[in-house]
C-alpha cells in the first residue's frame, strides 16, 4: 500500500491549495479515503474523508471551505482548500481509515506535505 501527497506549499491568507493524493497497492475504488493534519506541537486532527460511493465528511471547522473528492479512474483523491487562515498551516496526510468510517485509527497514511499559510 502506498499514499503519496502532494501539493502544499506556502500560501497567503484567504488563499487556496489543492492536495492530490496518489494511492496504489490495494483495491482504490473499495476504499475510504480520509485527509488528516498534523500543525506543530499538536495532535493529529482529522480533516475530511470520502467513502468509496462518493459521499463526504467533513470537520466543522472545515465544511464550506474544504473539498474532497476523488478519481476511481486514477486512483487519486484531492482535497480543494479555500479561504485558508494561519490555522490550517500543519503536514495534510491521507490515509486509509483502519474501520468502517472515516475517522481514526488508521491503517495507512502517507508522508505528507506541509500547507503553509502565512503572508
Known amino acids: 500500500v502506498q499514499l503519496v501527497e502532494s501539493g502544499g506549499g506556502l500560501v497567503q491568507p484567504g488563499g487556496s491549495l489543492r492536495l492530490s493524493c496518489a494511492a496504489s497497492?490495494?483495491?482504490?475504488?473499495?476504499?475510504?479515503i480520509t485527509w488528516a493534519r498534523q500543525a506543530a506541537g499538536k495532535g493529529l486532527e482529522w480533516v475530511s474523508g470520502?467513502?468509496?460511493?462518493?459521499?463526504?465528511d467533513y470537520a466543522d471547522s472545515m465544511k464550506g471551505r474544504f473539498t474532497i473528492s476523488r478519481d476511481n479512474a486514477k486512483n487519486m483523491v484531492y482535497l480543494q482548500m479555500n479561504s485558508l487562515n494561519p490555522e490550517d498551516t500543519a503536514v495534510y496526510y491521507c490515509?486509509?481509515?483502519?474501520?468502517?468510517?472515516?475517522?481514526?485509527?488508521?491503517?495507512?497514511w502517507g508522508q505528507g506535505t506541509q500547507v503553509t499559510v502565512s503572508s
Open positions: 497497492g490495494f483495491t482504490f475504488s473499495s476504499s475510504a
Open positions: 470520502i467513502y468509496s460511493d462518493g459521499s463526504t
Open positions: 490515509a486509509i481509515p483502519k474501520y468502517d468510517g472515516l475517522r481514526p485509527p488508521y491503517d495507512y
